[in-house]
């Protein structure tokens, strides 16, 4: 994306999200309803927050693009040798291959990740949030229906869960850049309703569970399907790439 246009791209994202949500007319259904659609919706985002955390934390380094080269470099990360060698490597690499390098690295030093922005993380997640909020936009001629509704409205609200995956997770780790974020998910640690930094370092220490990124309340199933794949031999245990 041109670096000129990543300023307008976050109003307008919740510019568009809010149009979406203000157009169809809502059925007549009780406010119970809509809150268990709510809550459904975000325990769907966080099982699939899960499965895309397996697939990132497991999928290879592309070896030939230097990947490999610029993880294992055991010289200083700050000097403008590896600077130079970082922005080699990542101006061939696509949107998805520079993410999955992030969550590497990561698990071997996460002080990095503490300092990216707000609109770091956003640009991250905004392919997968547009295409949710495209998708709620498309339903918007069908919402006259309770059924039609009640799928445009978990769209809508995965949308902007999704959008805010790495966010939640950079304030788990203690975000220098977004404190506020950081004690509203300490507070949500605190009455249970999102995963606890020690599950989170028991993620670090093996990849084998706490995968899921928004609330971990769906972690029982991803942690069973990950050891399924690892079984199966789906997915390798090689290309964990985290301190043991």
């Given amino acids: 994306?041109?670096?000129?246009?990543?300023?307008?791209?976050?109003?307008?994202y919740f510019a568009l999200w809010l149009w979406v949500a203000w157009l169809p007319e809502y059925s007549a259904a009780p406010p119970l309803?809509?809150?268990?659609?709510?809550?459904?919706?975000?325990?769907?985002?966080?099982?699939?927050?899960?499965?895309?955390?397996?697939?990132?934390?497991?999928?290879?380094?592309?070896?030939?693009?230097?990947?490999?080269?610029?993880?294992?470099?055991?010289?200083?990360?700050?000097?403008?040798?590896?600077?130079?060698?970082k922005q080699q490597v990542l101006a061939?690499?696509?949107?998805?291959?520079?993410?999955?390098?992030?969550?590497?690295?990561?698990?071997?030093?996460?002080?990095?990740?503490?300092?990216?922005?707000?609109?770091?993380?956003?640009?991250?997640?905004?392919?997968a949030a547009a295409f949710l909020l495209a998708l709620a936009a498309l339903m918007l001629p069908l919402t006259s229906g309770l059924l039609a509704d009640s799928v445009w409205f978990i769209l809508l609200l995965c949308s902007v869960i999704a959008l805010h995956t790495n966010h939640i997770h950079a304030c788990v780790h203690g975000s220098k850049q977004m404190r506020r974020g950081v004690k509203l998910i300490r507070f949500l640690q605190k009455i249970g309703l999102m995963y606890s930094a020690r599950r989170h370092h028991e993620h670090h220490k093996a990849g084998l569970q706490g995968f899921c990124l928004i609330s971990g309340h769906t972690d029982f199933l991803v942690d069973r399907i990950c050891g399924w794949l690892l079984q199966k031999g789906w997915i390798s245990q090689a290309e964990w790439r985290g301190e043991r």
């Fill in 33 to 85: 309803y809509w809150l268990l659609l709510a809550v459904l919706a975000w325990l769907n985002a966080d099982f699939y927050s899960g499965l895309i955390h397996i697939y990132l934390d497991y999928r290879p380094l592309d070896k030939h693009k230097g990947f490999e080269r610029l993880f294992h470099y055991q010289g200083d990360r700050s000097s403008a040798e590896f600077e130079l060698m």
């Fill in 1 to 12: 994306m041109p670096a000129n246009l990543k300023p307008f791209m976050i109003p307008l």
């Fill in 92 to 127: 061939q690499a696509s949107w998805l291959e520079e993410i999955v390098y992030s969550f590497k690295i990561h698990h071997r030093n996460v002080r990095p990740y503490l300092q990216f922005t707000y609109s770091h993380f956003f640009f991250e997640t905004f392919p």
